[in-house]
């Protein structure tokens, strides 16, 4: 059985920016129409039919492949600031303001979302139906729309494209979609006085027309002890040496803290700090390095936060303080850096999902994983044919499967990883440890982000996604 949720739009005009304001959204996030739902919902039942709705699998998205014409264009709108001397009749007190906002124009009636495969009897479609044709528009107010659900296979018009999540492998394109806990979360958000994409997710879409017929689809691979990272880009022009990480992240860890500090009025969760929570998975400040591509130069392109996963708390405390991501400071010895929020980089790239800016590129599941830092052993080895061991035991402390191949050496094996020593650490360590880089082959794909060691929350012992190689290669690799 399928749902369908078509969405007509009568003007001819998808009206939403994207994740930079300049540009338009397209194709249309699911996420956004979910957000109107919740709106619009105001009986429990109607709140209940939306839970059920965000534990579905993300939808397909039936849409043009590309809008007709997209761009700016100057409209005057009302302003929320009152003044004697404004004189509108519509809204006394209040002025018109000119604004320019990013916007499409369509060549069909609209888009639809599909969920190909749910268990959605007739009255229950009929509720959702009656739910979605009380929604009056979608993006901006004048961007009227019609919606209708229903419980039957989709008709597609004839420029439409199908537009499919591919967790998996990052995708072509990165959309917003609803998740488990969505709906509560927007309404925790907006009585907090802050945006829908504050608290979104993605995941990655491509079109179907693309995919060959004869590939299979990928395993979804194993959960990861994380299941988000909000990331931040380097400020235009500054280079970050990679053996810089350790400080950068130590840095970021300290800004975090301070910020959900002040957020939470001093209830900062343990798992922010790493304080008091040694039976849980702490926060993870990542140095997203310039890695494994044949022109790679190893410096940061950015930093990021990884979540755990299964901590909603930590998690609504997390974006609280980051709230509304703004620019993130980090007085270094060597100069002061902004980092900005890695979303307006990324919008403006053609291929973001393969970025090493994108949390996407990170997380992907994968079976072959090459470290980028060290990573610092927990246990001393006897001997030294025992790192290998000990690289494998780390995989098991953080709830990964056991590699089937492990291949160990002083230095990075991946273009780009960063050859740090013991002054370069995040954190300066009492007693002797080793540590090592390594190239893992796990028999099945296991998702990022990939963080061993004894410092993992501090970026060390990250992991980056490769191609599998063979065995004699990477011994090769780590014997230079």
Known sequence: MSLTLRIDLPLGRFEAGGDDPRTAEWPPHPARVHSALVAVARSPAQIDLLRWLEQQPPPQVWAERAPLGSGLRSVFVVTNRT????????????????????????????????????????RRGAELDNLARHVPYLGRSEGTALLMATITAPEPEADWECFEPTPDAGGEVELRVPYHGYTEALEEVFLDGGRAWEVARRVGYRMASRVSESASPQDS???????????????????????????????????????????????????????????????????????????????????????????????????????????LTLRLPFGELS???????????????????????????????????PVVLDR????????????????????????????????????????????????AENRPRLFTHAVLTFPVPVRGAVLLGAQRYLGM????????????????????
């Not at 959900?260 to 304080?275: F, K, N």
């Not at 926060?283 to 390095?289: D, M, N």
């Not at 012992?461 to 190689?469: A, I, Q």
């Open 83 to 122: 003044d004697p001397k404004c004189s509108s009749q519509s809204h006394p007190g209040r002025g018109n303001q000119m604004r320019r906002r990013a916007g499409s124009a369509l060549s069909t009636s609209g888009f639809a979302l599909v969920w190909p495969e749910v268990h959605l009897d007739e």
């Open 380 to 427: 001393f080895p006897r001997r030294l044919t025992d790192v290998g061991t000990e690289v494998a035991r780390a995989c098991g402390r953080v709830g990964l499967p056991e590699p089937e191949d492990v291949v160990v050496g002083a230095g990075p094996m991946v273009r780009g990883g960063a050859a740090l020593r013991r002054r370069h650490l995040a954190r």
């Open 221 to 327: 691979g194993m959960p990861s002890p994380y299941e988000e990272m909000i990331a931040f880009a380097m400020p235009p022009g500054a280079h970050v040496d990679g053996l810089h990480a350790g400080m950068v992240t130590a840095k970021l860890r300290t800004v975090v803290m301070g910020k959900v500090g002040e957020a939470t009025g001093g209830q900062l969760p343990a798992a922010v700090s790493g304080h008091g929570a040694d039976d849980i998975a702490h926060v993870a400040y990542v140095p997203l390095l310039d890695v494994a591509h044949p022109h790679a130069r190893g410096h940061l392109v950015g930093v990021g936060v990884a979540l755990p996963a299964g901590q909603p708390a930590t998690r609504a405390a997390v974006l609280r303080g980051l709230r509304p991501r703004q620019p």
């Open 461 to 480: 012992g990250l992991f980056t996604p490769l191609p599998e190689v063979p065995r004699v290669r990477a011994q090769e690799a780590a014997g230079a």
């Open 339 to 373: 980092l900005q929020p890695a979303s307006e980089r990324l919008a403006a790239m053609a291929d973001p999902a393969h970025s090493r800016l994108s949390p996407t590129y990170w997380m992907r599941p994968n079976r072959c994983w090459a470290s980028v830092t």
